[in-house]
């Protein structure tokens, strides 16, 4: 979940299984008020590939990395938590649980609030706006950014820890682009692509150290992302928790609006 700048509640939840490596969680909830932005249109047809986002990036562009059969998927657990399925049917959700082993947590992002079955705990739900660029962010900032890359795994996953951007794990890099910037050769700030579908990319794990927060570092990584995906025809988008109104403002700020509420709901087995 792309959070910024540590203005998250200090509620901290954990995606792991004991003696496994797993992607983390952090989060907060709360509806809050409504953001100022209407939400944008949906296609003629009445349905937006964003309203699956999780199925539509697992049954697309990452396929390769995830699990599951035609009624549910997952990504695999050390790259991200996230899971969907085609409906709410019991045979779904039958299918969903064979893909969460006992100790490991899952999350879905539905459109409407789920009731799953007594085989599943909901260990937390929340509320997140999903939202999408409409323009993109203008001129490159003064800021050197470099390009994450496996070797960074272990600065990014302690900045991550410091500051709780939302799940990130040992494999989540291999989901697509990260950048950073460094001081002293710390790694005090970092950004990247999360779940990619065609022609959408996620922006995620926005998060900046504490003793660098206030210069802009978090804004001038979001824009050279969303330049980069509208390099490639694609758009952005992110997900950020209702109750997070400072980060709202930043990405309204940088021409995000909110496309649309979503309900979030993280399960283990029972």
């Known amino acids: 979940m792309s959070l910024l700048l540590r203005v998250v509640s200090p509620t901290s939840l954990r995606l792991s ?5 797993r992607a983390s969680w952090s989060s907060t909830d709360g509806w809050g008020q409504t953001p100022a932005m209407g939400e944008l249109a949906d296609s003629d047809s009445g349905a937006h ?42 045979a779904s959700f039958q299918s969903l649980l064979a893909l969460l082993p006992v100790g490991d947590r899952i999350a879905l992002f539905t459109l409407e609030e789920i009731m799953p079955p007594s085989s599943f705990s909901v260990i937390e739900r929340g509320f997140v706006d999903q939202m999408i660029l409409l323009k993109t ?28 951007p939302g799940p990130f794990g040992p494999r989540t890099i291999e989901l697509g682009q990260y950048i950073g910037i460094r001081r002293q050769g710390m790694l005090v700030a970092m950004a990247g692509e999360r779940m990619r579908l065609d022609g959408f990319t996620e922006i995620s794990a926005v998060c900046v150290h504490p ?17 980069s995906i509208a390099a490639r025809a694609e758009t952005s988008f992110l997900h950020v928790f209702n109750s997070n109104r400072p980060a709202i403002a930043l990405y309204r700020k940088l021409g995000f609006v909110l496309r649309r509420h979503m309900h979030l709901a993280v399960l283990a087995r029972r």
């Open 17 to 21: 299984q004991p003696g496994k490596q």
């Open 137 to 164: 962010p203008s001129g490159a900032g003064s800021t050197p950014i470099v390009r994450l890359d496996a070797s960074d795994v272990p600065d990014m996953q302690a900045l991550a820890d410091t500051t709780h």
């Open 211 to 227: 003793s660098c927060r206030g210069e802009g570092l978090a804004a001038e990584l979001v824009s050279a992302l969303a330049r």
């Open 49 to 90: 590939p964003l309203d699956q986002v999780i199925w539509r990036a697992l049954t697309s562009c990452h396929r390769d990395v995830a699990e599951g059969d035609h009624l549910a998927l997952r990504y695999l657990a050390p790259i991200a938590p996230f899971a969907a399925t085609t409906d709410v049917s019991t």
